[in-house]
Antibody
Framework: EVQLVESGGGLVQPGRSLKLSCAASGFTFSNYYMAWVRQAPTKGLEWVASITNSGGSTYYRDSVKGRFTISRDNAKSTLYLQMDSLRSEDTATYYC????????WGQGTLVTVSS | DVVLTQTPPTLSATIGQSVSISCRSSQSLLHSNGNTYLNWLLQRPGQPPQLLIY???RLESGVPNRFSGSGSGTDFTLKISGVEAEDLGVYYC?????????FGAGTKLELK
């Protein structure tokens, strides 16, 4: 059974940092591109960042470029999202998902940016 | 960025009714490799999204065949042939032909 389990969310003050993790199992993680997608409270889905299966290339939406870093450890089957200089508009549930097909999704982890 | 416009924003249906959702793109989603990367997702209340349809019309494994997708270029449709109670939630189209990947605003399917 495919599982993606996110962790690392929580309440953080504006300007601070947070690192999300996504532990994968049930599929060959190293064969898949992966992505982070977020959903602000009561809003729709928004792609945040993607990474190739080797980790050699990464892609970001403009609003997080220079602040967020996506990475992966294929030996640990884990995806990461380092989030720096957080803003109130980054408040959302963050999902990890396989890419570009969006076939696999985690349950999400809530990040709240507030003073 | 590619804008995906979904209509209607809300859909009221009775059990057994057939319904359709439209997703129109601001530019063609035909990739240079010949594929069209347009998928449909369903997000049930309190749940993460789940993939229903990929590459416009291919049914994801385990998804009931009352769901079907069609379209090409910039116009796409998701059809549910006989709504069931478990189909209620928000439907999203998403494109991954062009970076950044973009989602439609969603169509909420409710029971009438």
């Amino acid at each position: 059974e495919v599982q993606l389990v996110e962790s690392g969310g929580g309440l953080v003050q504006p300007g601070r940092s947070l690192k999300l993790s996504c532990a994968a199992s049930g599929f060959t993680f190293s064969n898949y591109y992966m992505a982070w997608v977020r959903q602000a409270p009561t809003k729709g889905l928004e792609w945040v960042a993607s990474i190739t299966n080797s980790g050699g290339s990464t892609y970001y939406r403009d609003s997080v470029k220079g602040r967020f870093t996506i990475s992966r450890d294929n030996a640990k089957s884990t995806l990461y999202l380092q989030m720096d200089s957080l803003r109130s508009e980054d408040t959302a549930t963050y999902y990890c998902t396989s890419n570009p097909g969006f076939a696999y999704w985690g349950q999400g982890t809530l990040v709240t940016v507030s003073s | 960025d590619v804008v995906l416009t979904q209509t209607p924003p809300t859909l009221s249906a009775t059990i057994g009714q057939s319904v359709s959702i439209s997703c129109r793109s601001s530019q063609s989603l035909l990739h240079s490799n010949g594929n069209t990367y347009l998928n449909w997702l369903l997000q049930r209340p309190g749940q993460p999204p789940q993939l229903l349809i990929y590459l416009v019309s291919r049914l994801e494994s385990g998804v009931p065949n009352r769901f079907s997708g069609s379209g090409s270029g910039t116009d796409f449709t998701l059809k549910i042939s006989g709504v069931e109670a478990e189909d209620l939630g928000v439907y999203y189209c998403v494109q991954s032909t062009h970076a950044p990947y973009t989602f439609g605003a969603g169509t909420k399917l409710e029971l009438k």
